[in-house]
């Protein structure tokens, strides 16, 4: 089964985005699980999201791909930003339970001048607090750009945090394609390179998902500037590449481009057509 989406406003609630999602002609989606400035969340009412899995059922939509808001930095120097981050992390992993066996995203953070080897140390740090046994969600480590301080811009850096991580079992990957475009990674001219060198340092089986973005930047900038499909520096001839790949062509695709809900159905379609 082919899955394409993108974000959808978690506003209305889970039945909502579903069916928000369902009219775009998608069948998976990602979700901010709060404000994606950061700040409380709404409380989950379990009748909506039992309505929710009953649509989802009928209508196939599946391997949601939950967004941790941008503030969350697991490895801040300040430690007031790393409580919230410890806080909002452990909230929202106990609400994914709602909705069991999906995925939750987060960005690693950014080590903001303390250096990469201790950025990484509190990332896992984090993880050990938050991760629990008899959790279904999977987490996901974005790959970045390597803008600034960023942690993530290597596949190396995201492979010592799982590494350095007890329950590293409940981690996964979520690959994004302007993030490692931006990074240095050459998905256009070398897209097996790119995957056999993830699978060397990371493994293919812990890719569980696609931001399927296009970018502002030339490769190697590290600078995050997303595009929408057909007008980034990614042609489509490579975006098809990378969704008919059969090393990711199972894995839930969301789009993060900029746009509008009208935008949104117009690349879904395109992206089908693309994998064909």
């Not at 404000?35 to 649509?55: E, W």
């Not at 990378?242 to 379609?269: M, R, S």
């Amino acid at each position: 089964m082919f899955r394409i989406g993108c974000h959808i406003s978690s506003s209305g609630g889970y039945l909502a985005m579903g069916r928000r999602i369902d009219a775009l002609g998608g069948n998976t989606f990602a979700f901010f699980t709060r404000n994606p400035r950061g700040g409380a969340a709404k409380d989950v009412d379990p009748a909506d999201v039992a309505a929710f899995l009953d649509f989802c059922r009928e209508k196939d939509i599946d391997r949601l791909v939950a967004h941790a808001p941008y503030t969350l930095n697991p490895c801040a120097e300040k430690e007031n930003v790393r409580q919230f981050a410890l806080t909002a992390f452990a909230d929202d992993l106990k609400r994914m339970e709602y909705t069991p066996g999906q995925y939750y995203n987060f960005h690693p953070g950014s080590h903001v001048g303390q250096g990469m080897e201790i950025g990484i140390a509190k990332i896992a740090q984090v993880l050990d607090q938050v991760l629990f046994p008899e959790m279904t969600t999977t987490v996901l480590l974005e790959t970045m750009s390597g803008k600034g301080s960023e942690v993530g811009g290597r596949f190396e850096q995201l492979r010592a945090i799982i590494d350095r991580t007890a329950l590293n079992e409940k981690l996964g990957v979520c690959l994004d394609t302007c993030h490692v475009w931006d990074a240095g990674y050459d998905v256009v001219g070398d897209l097996d390179g790119v995957l056999t060198e993830f699978d060397r340092v990371v493994g293919l089986d812990r890719l569980k998902a696609v931001h399927l973005n296009n970018t502002k930047n030339d490769l190697g900038a590290a600078k995050d500037r997303h595009e929408k499909l057909p007008d980034g520096k990614l042609p489509l001839d490579a975006i098809r590449r990378i969704v008919t790949h059969p090393a990711l062509e199972k894995l839930p695709f969301i789009l993060e481009t900029p746009n509008d809900e009208a935008g949104y159905a117009a690349e879904i379609a395109l992206v089908r057509s693309l994998h064909g």
